[in-house]
């Protein structure tokens, strides 16, 4: 039987709580793509002062911060951030995205080494978006304003408005693309957020989270990307609180407790959830569970543990893995990997639009509740966090350890790789429902599958139409027939009046899921 996704956030009664673990990754690096103009060094940055732990003194949390030399402060602009999986890039077209405030567009290499690129999406003639442009008969990424193409290096190839006889002004070094960093790895895109010459080749020292069992053939792996209209830090903390899941998401995500003898149990089904944090440092921490443990690793991923071994061999067992992606203040992407090595020929034969359907409808059924938080926490200030929230259970440890890593190594900082127009504490006023709850732009350009999928559903819809037009012109040019029968009249009507509301629910089934889903009130929960 198929169980929803999001249901790996939990604790099973079944089964151990199992995601992968972080490993080394294979020696041979693919698709590194190097530096050809350095951008601007990092903008300096002054911290705010850290907010008082309840439960910690003055003097104590002091001197934890004084510890925490200068080389110990978080590098947000040191890290290797994943950009899309690869299954929802296509090779015939440029993809652009904000990640950590820079526009970066992807494209693959066809006339290199048949390999992915990622380079600043600004044309160095006239800054035009290079996402917007296309791939040219040479395999080149072409800006469709003015013609320029560009190779895999990010060097300009082709000026269609310099004179062929004339200065070749297309090798001038400010006539090249900066080009990033990367690399796919357990098939998703990452880069590296710096072009100077010096990180050309900075695979050879530090790679990306990997994750030996997502290239093992005998998993499965279910994927998507969502834009979220929330901040790193909400998202984060969201994901790390498994106790909101059976209240903002009621009915949707099974959800297992703990024994608590002696406790009221309401509607919902919420209950004590026991954590231990450990190893807690710069790099991030891990959260020890009953089934199973979860780990943060800085400043993406969240992923859990190998499973047990049951009699010499590992039991069916989910991997629950996550990229929580800082787009600019105040927004976020969500990239999920969920392979499994059990019941396999179930999700292969389940059409990734509809999984990725159920998943949409579980981040819009809390997406108002967290745009609102933050905003909240905005006005108290991050720094005041720990005295703003009343977070007394163990259930809340998660959260509690990472707003601690955010405040002791990043002082309730992102390092954004370019000025921000808008600070983190400087959010724009709330949303709408309907914007907040908008899927086309945030998910399904990104996706191939719901494109893929709403292409298709469009033209069942126009054929719908076509037949319930068709069917009635049919009637008006029978009318009157003495061959047409009764019945045949009666059939044609009811073809028609089908064919026209089943358009008519196609319609509202397209807008509720590939363009804007309707109001989720919980209040009828």
């Known amino acids: 039987m198929a169980m929803d996704p999001l249901s790996l956030l939990l604790p099973s009664t079944s089964r151990p709580f199992t995601v992968a673990t972080v490993g080394t990754a294979p020696s041979k690096p693919t698709g590194l793509a190097g530096a050809r103009i350095p951008l601007p060094r990092r903008r300096s940055w002054r911290p705010r002062a850290a907010g008082r732990l309840p439960a910690v003194s003055a003097v104590a949390r002091k001197a934890d911060e004084a510890s925490v030399s200068s080389e110990e402060r978080f590098d947000w602009l040191d890290q290797w951030y994943p950009f899309a999986p690869v299954g929802d890039l296509d090779p015939r077209a440029p993809h652009g995205k904000t990640v950590l405030g820079l526009n970066v567009v992807a494209w693959y290499d066809h006339a290199g080494a048949g390999e992915w690129r990622v380079f600043a999406d600004a044309c160095p003639h006239r800054l035009a ?161 009953k089934r199973g443990d979860m780990k943060f690793v800085a400043p993406c991923t969240l992923h859990g543990t190998n499973p047990g071994k049951v009699n010499g061999e590992a039991e069916p067992w989910f991997m629950y893995v996550v990229f929580c992606v800082p787009v600019s203040p105040g927004r976020s992407r969500l990239i999920w990997l969920w392979p499994r090595n059990s019941g396999i020929w179930l999700r292969k034969i389940t059409p990734q639009w509809y999984s990725h359907m159920l998943v949409n409808r579980i981040l819009d059924s809390d997406a108002y509740l967290l745009h609102v938080q933050e905003r909240n926490f905005a006005a108290a200030g991050l720094d005041k966090w720990h005295r703003a929230c009343y977070v007394p259970t163990s259930s809340d440890a998660m959260v509690v350890a990472f707003r601690n890593w955010f405040r002791k190594y990043c002082k309730n900082q992102i390092v954004w790789a370019t000025p921000q127009p808008q600070a983190d504490h400087q959010l724009r006023p709330i949303q709408t429902m309907d914007k907040l709850l908008e899927r086309y732009w945030s998910h399904v350009v990104q996706c191939r599958s719901c494109s893929a999928a709403l292409k298709a559903m469009r033209g069942l819809e126009v054929a719908l139409q076509v037949a319930s037009v068709a069917a009635i012109g049919f009637l008006a040019v029978a009318k009157g027939t003495p061959a047409m029968s009764v019945v045949q009249r009666a059939a044609a009507v009811a073809a028609a009046v089908l064919c026209f509301a089943a358009s008519r629910w196609l319609a509202g089934f397209i807008e509720n899921n590939f363009f804007v889903a309707a109001p989720y009130v919980h209040a009828d929960k």
Not at 136 to 150: A, I, M, N, P, T
């Open 129 to 289: 978006p290079l996402s917007e442009g296309r791939i040219d008969g040479k395999g080149r990424l072409q800006c469709v304003y003015h013609g320029w193409c560009f190779d895999g290096a990010g060097a300009c190839r082709f000026v269609p408005q310099a004179p062929a006889h004339g200065p070749p002004v297309h090798k001038n070094g400010r006539a090249c693309v900066a080009s990033y960093p990367c690399v796919v790895q357990n098939n998703v895109l990452w880069f590296y957020p710096r072009t100077e010459a010096e990180f050309r080749d900075v695979l050879q020292r530090k790679r990306p989270p990997f994750f030996a069992e997502m290239d093992d053939p005998s998993f499965f792996t279910v994927f998507g990307v969502r834009d979220l209209p929330y901040g790193y830090g909400t998202m984060m903390e969201n994901i790390l609180d498994p106790a909101h899941v059976p209240y903002a998401h009621k009915g949707m995500v099974l959800f297992s407790t703990e024994e608590d003898p002696g406790r009221y149990h309401d509607r919902e089904g919420g209950n004590p959830i026991k954590m231990k944090i450990q190893q807690a440092n710069i790099d991030g921490f891990l959260s020890r569970m």
